[in-house]
């Protein structure tokens, strides 16, 4: 079985680079030590609406916390890439559903449902112009093996551009994604 986890310091990496994202935010609201998780909404087993799960110690320190949707691997889910905020609520415990005991570490999560957030802030400046075309030529494009036409997209092709993530079979689509 291959292993696809970050190592430790990959992941503090990209921890870093989503919370410098935003600080600029988080130094505008005059929090610029602002709690910030990146999380993944999901849809719990039985529930019709999304949810983040929080642990206890994520959430009891009595503090608002700021969140980015982000897969596992913390890679930005929301193109706009949207701050959420969710306001501290000491009565979490009594309000909130939790999961199961995680079997291996006896940890639980809250379950909060995503409509409980607020937006505080979506990147407008995040647009197609921000990929890094330097580092790209787009004279490797025009291989008739690789450039198809529209009609000819696959599915793999429109969930890579969906989900920002490298997973086509065209070279140039991976290399456009990444470099982002």
């Known amino acids: 079985m291959i292993n696809t986890t970050d190592k430790p310091e990959d992941k503090r990496e990209k921890l870093r680079k989503l919370r410098e994202f935003h600080q600029e935010t988080f130094n505008e609201l005059d929090s610029p030590n602002a709690l910030f998780i990146p999380k993944m909404a ?3 087993y039985g529930k019709t609406d999304l949810h983040i799960g929080f642990f206890a110690s994520e959430i009891s320190k009595g503090e608002d916390l700021y969140v980015e949707f982000c897969s596992k691997e913390n890679v930005p889910e929301d193109p706009l890439r949207r701050l959420y905020k969710w306001r501290f609520n000491p009565h979490f415990e009594e309000e909130y559903e939790k999961t199961e005991p995680n079997g291996v570490t006896g940890n639980v999560r809250y379950l909060v449902p995503v409509d409980e957030l607020t937006v505080v802030k979506a990147a407008e400046e995040v647009k197609p112009t921000a990929i890094r075309t330097k580092d790209i030529s787009f004279d490797d494009f025009s291989d008739a093996d690789t450039d198809l036409p529209i009609d000819q997209l ?6 890579a551009i969906l989900l920002q993530r490298p997973v086509s079979n065209k070279k140039w689509l991976n290399q456009l994604i990444s470099n982002k």
Not at 154 to 159: V, W
């Open 42 to 44: 999901y849809r719990p």
């Open 154 to 159: 696959t599915i793999r092709d429109l969930a």
